[in-house]
């Protein structure tokens, strides 16, 4: 199986920051990754896939970087709503698998 | 609008048996594919199962115990769960793929809780 790790699992953050995350593959996936919000007692929202392409409704200041094994989910100027977890998938083979999750927090 | 409506959780014993079943609606059922994914308590996602047009797909941790199905005309997936475990214990979601083959995800039901234990 594909281990996904995500870096940092947590971080601090003010309103306007630049944020960036990082997730990690144990192999290649090339470029089947995605990217979700979720935050406390609702269902996950997606946000980008196949690495870079936004999905339609999410805002610009989102944006995804990456392929192989190296990917990043970069937010530029961090909103009070943004405050959440994210979480990469990898969608190159099966089992489909998580990063543990990246909880930004405001500082 | 797409919609996504799981039912079926509660709580069972280890060793016991429940069907989820997610009503979708908003889209075309048979064309996309469909999949779903657990949170326990206080974790993160965890990929359970997925039906698209390869075929079906389980986690390590669910295969043989867990069947995922759908019936195109009801708009509905179903997921059989067999054989319980407490480590089981979590919030099922049903999620749409974003394509046929079904690598992402783009909309989500609000999750079905299932507690197992004794």
């Known amino acids: 199986d594909i281990h996904m790790t995500q870096s940092p699992s947590s971080v601090s953050a003010s309103v306007g920051d630049r944020v960036t995350i990082t997730c990690r593959a144990s192999q290649s996936i090339s470029s089947w990754l995605a990217w979700y919000q979720q935050k406390p007692g609702k269902a996950p929202k997606f946000l980008i896939y196949?690495?870079?392409t936004l999905q339609s409704g999410v805002p610009s200041r989102f944006s995804g970087s990456g392929s192989g094994t190296d990917f990043t989910l970069t937010i530029s100027s961090l909103q009070p709503e943004d405050f959440a977890t994210y979480y990469c998938q990898q969608a190159n083979s099966f089992p489909y698998t998580f990063g543990q999750g990246t909880k930004l927090k405001i500082k | 609008d797409v919609q996504l409506l799981e039912s079926g959780g509660g709580l069972v014993q280890p060793g016991g048996s429940l069907r989820l079943s997610c009503v979708a609606s908003g889209f075309t059922f048979s064309n996309y594919a469909m999949t779903w994914v657990r949170q326990a308590p206080g974790k993160g996602l965890e990929w359970v199962s997925g039906?698209?047009?390869?075929?079906?797909h389980y986690a390590d941790s669910v295969k043989g115990r867990f069947t995922i199905s759908r019936d195109n005309s009801k708009y509905t997936l179903y997921l059989q769960m067999n054989t319980l475990r407490v480590e089981d214990t979590a919030i099922y979601y049903c999620?749409?793929?974003?394509?046929?083959?079904?690598?992402?995800?783009?909309?989500w039901g609000q999750g079905t809780p299932v507690t197992v234990s004794s």
């Open positions: 999620a749409k793929g974003l394509y046929i083959s079904g690598n992402y995800f783009d909309y």
């Open positions: 196949a690495a870079s």
């Open positions: 039906i698209s047009n390869s075929g079906t």
